[in-house]
């Protein structure tokens, strides 16, 4: 498997937390489970296999060109043949930047992206597979990405009021920051912040901030050097159980379990 992580060019830091480049390596078909990360991503699928979500009790191919929507919940996946993607994940709120839709509306789900962006993301992919150079991928991108930012400017003053709170969320990993005590620290009532939260990041500021903190906890059970009471008092849980329970609530095993397993995709889907 490869996986590269790269950082945006200067304009679009604000925007786009990362791109990045994977590759299976193989045709061996495998399952996986992603867990809930905090961010919406768009995945270009640039190889012959293909992957497969779970929906209900089925499972559905992904369209070439994929978003993915907040996801609150374990998701099952399938990966079949040997797959090559490139991939942008956004910012909890910067995803709204460039569309016009409310970003809850994507939440727990996998789209055909090209739905929502036209024409002109088609053009972008079919570039995309005429090109196997890396830097010419991320440069296509990115200039497909910045023309896109000018269409919707109107909302850009309130993202960008969402962001610089989920950006002082992301240094709290507690997860049991009260909703009123954001509220009134930003001068807006609580049920404003709720729906401007839920509109531009696609979850409520509880719910951003219980992932905010798996997440930290998921990089501290990767690292595999601490025991799970420590761990659950770094991240902010009350006591091991807490924390075991939240855990499982969002991956759908223990963190014992988690540790004990090989987990491929989730560094690619899940990184925080």
Partial sequence: MIFKEFAPGER??????CLYFYQSGS????????????????IFNLGQGHWQTKKDSAFYTTPPIELW??????????SIGENT????????????????????????EVINASD??????????????DTNNLDKRIAL??????????????????????GRIVHSLYHNNSGNEKIEAI?????ISARYLNMLFSQYTGLPPKLFCKINRFQHSLNLVNANGQN??????????????????????FTGITPNSFAAQASPINQVLAGN
Avoid: C
Wanted: hydrophobic share 40%; no cysteine.
């Fill in 69 to 78: 929507g907040q996801i609150t919940r374990p998701l099952s996946i399938k």
């Fill in 116 to 129: 929502l962006m036209g024409t002109s993301l088609k053009t972008l992919y079919s570039r995309l597979l």
């Fill in 27 to 42: 045709a061996v078909n495998y399952d996986d489970i992603v867990f809930p990360s905090g961010n919406t991503e768009i």
């Fill in 228 to 249: 799970l009471t420590n761990i659950a008092y770094e991240s902010g849980y009350f006591d091991q159980s807490h924390f075991i329970r939240e855990f499982k609530s």
């Fill in 141 to 162: 991108i990115e200039d497909y990405l910045w023309s896109r930012l000018v269409l919707f400017e109107k909302k850009h003053s309130k993202i960008n009021f969402i």
């Fill in 85 to 108: 993607m490139m991939g942008v994940r956004f910012y909890p709120h910067s995803a709204a930047y460039f569309f016009n839709e409310s970003v809850a509306k994507f939440n727990n």
């Fill in 183 to 187: 509220s009134v620290r930003n001068n």
């Fill in 12 to 17: 679009l830091k604000p925007y786009i937390k």
